[in-house]
């Protein structure tokens, strides 16, 4: 069972290099997620900002946590090509047909995702700042909110592994992030809830989305996070699981 474990953990570590030199050749991945996010953060924080009663004082610091999603939303298509791409140039098939792990080469997928995401989410946060973003959190919080981040980012990108391996074309691989990157808009990551319409009020109440964005800003602000946050984890574990079968299940249907 050790010699196992060590020849997976090694195949994987080879897979995420191969996956992050990918990446490093064309930044415009990185470059490309990063800029939509900044740019709606510009738009509400500089154009729209003053028009939108939050009750707080600083409308980046309630913006900043429903961008952060979206940028998860919008990286994760990302790796539903390279998945989609890998399946039609028969690369995985060459991996299977050596001596490595089989899932380690969807693992090397899925850790790459963690890590150029997190990559695009420290960008954004220090724009952020650059805008007049402050927390009075200490070490703590900050953590709780990297783990919620990375959990999320996790759930997201087993949906991706779905998408890219059953998607029939690149533009199916990649077009169901669209209705995950809309989700924050219908919820309280830019205006509360108690201004919105009972029927879209009630759906942006009891959508993933809005617990999360409700726990990492309380996690921000230094405030009590109450259930919130068990909702948000229970969540992002619960999408994680569910995926993760799923995309298992179609990665060895193919393989």
Avoid at 199 to 228: C, K, W, Y
């Amino acid at each position: 069972m050790e010699t196992i474990k060590k020849h997976f953990f090694s195949d994987m570590g080879v897979m995420l290099g191969r996956s992050m030199r990918h990446i490093s050749r064309s930044m415009d991945t990185i470059i490309t997620v990063t800029i939509m996010p900044i740019a709606f953060m510009l738009l509400f924080v500089y154009v729209f900002g003053g028009a939108i009663q939050t009750g707080t004082g600083n409308y980046v610091n309630y913006l900043l946590p429903g961008i952060l999603l979206i940028a998860i939303g919008s990286g994760i298509s990302y790796t539903a090509y390279r998945l989609f791409m890998d399946m039609q140039r028969g690369i995985f098939e060459r991996f299977h047909s050596m001596p490595i792990a089989r899932s380690s080469v969807l693992w090397g997928h899925v850790l790459t995702s963690l890590v150029s995401n997190a990559i695009s989410l420290v960008v954004i946060i220090l724009v952020a700042l650059l805008m007049g973003f402050r927390s009075p959190a200490g070490v703590l919080p900050w953590l709780a909110v990297a783990g919620i981040l990375m959990l999320f980012t996790l759930a997201l990108t087993w949906v991706a592994a779905i998408a890219g391996l059953s998607a029939k074309s690149v533009d199916g691989a990649s077009a169901f992030s669209y209705p995950i990157i809309f989700l924050p808009f219908i919820s309280s990551a830019f205006v509360p809830t108690d201004s919105m319409p009972r029927v879209v009020r009630a759906f942006a109440e009891h959508q993933p989305v809005t617990s999360i964005v409700e726990a990492i800003r309380a996690l921000l602000s230094d405030q009590p996070v109450g259930n919130e946050i068990w909702v948000a984890l229970a969540w992002c574990v619960g999408i994680m699981l569910v995926a993760y079968l799923f995309a298992m299940r179609a990665y060895k249907k193919r393989g």
